[in-house]
C-alpha cells in the first residue's frame, strides 16, 4: 500500500513536470510571453464577441504579463486583419493595449509609427484606440509627435 501511494506520487509528478516542459517548449518555440498556462496568442483567443472584448481571465492575464507582452502586441497588431464578421481583427490587440493601460507607456513611439498614412486605415485606427486607452503619457506624447498631415 505505500509502494503504491509512492508511485501514483511519482507519475503525478512525473506528469506535472512533462506538462511544466511542454510548456516551456511551446514558449522557446512561439517567443510568447506566458501567464499561467496559456500564451499571450492564446489569450488573445479568449475573446467574447457578444461583449467584443477580452474576457476577464484574459484581461487579468495579460494585465500581469505588463510591458513583455508589448513586442508580440505590436508585431500581432502590425500584421493584423481588418475586422470583418465574426473575425474581430485588430481590434482583439486594441482590447490588450486597454488591460495594459498605462502599463503600455512603451509602446507609444511604435503606436505613434502605426498611424502613418501609409498604414492601413484599420491599423491607423486600432494603433489610435491603442494610445487612448494607455492614457495621459500617450496623448502628452502624441501631442509631441503628431503624424504629417494632421
Do not use: Y
Amino acid at each position: 500500500m505505500h509502494a503504491s501511494r509512492r508511485l501514483n506520487r511519482s507519475t503525478s509528478e512525473l506528469l506535472k513536470l512533462r506538462g511544466d516542459v511542454a510548456l516551456l517548449r511551446r514558449q522557446l518555440n512561439s517567443h510568447d510571453s506566458i501567464r499561467g498556462d496559456k500564451t499571450l496568442s492564446e489569450w488573445l483567443q479568449d475573446f467574447d464577441k457578444k461583449r467584443m472584448d477580452l474576457s476577464p481571465q484574459a484581461q487579468n492575464a495579460i494585465r500581469q504579463m505588463g510591458a513583455s507582452a508589448i513586442p508580440e502586441l505590436l508585431s500581432l497588431l502590425r500584421s493584423s486583419s481588418k475586422a470583418s464578421g465574426d473575425n474581430p481583427g485588430a481590434w482583439v490587440i486594441t482590447c490588450a493595449f486597454r488591460a495594459l493601460g498605462a502599463k503600455a507607456k512603451l509602446a507609444v513611439p511604435d503606436l505613434i509609427e502605426l498611424r502613418q498614412p501609409s498604414e492601413p486605415e484599420w491599423i491607423r485606427t486600432q494603433a489610435a484606440a491603442s494610445l487612448g486607452f494607455i492614457g495621459p503619457d500617450a496623448s502628452s506624447h502624441s501631442r509631441a509627435h503628431r503624424c504629417p498631415g494632421r
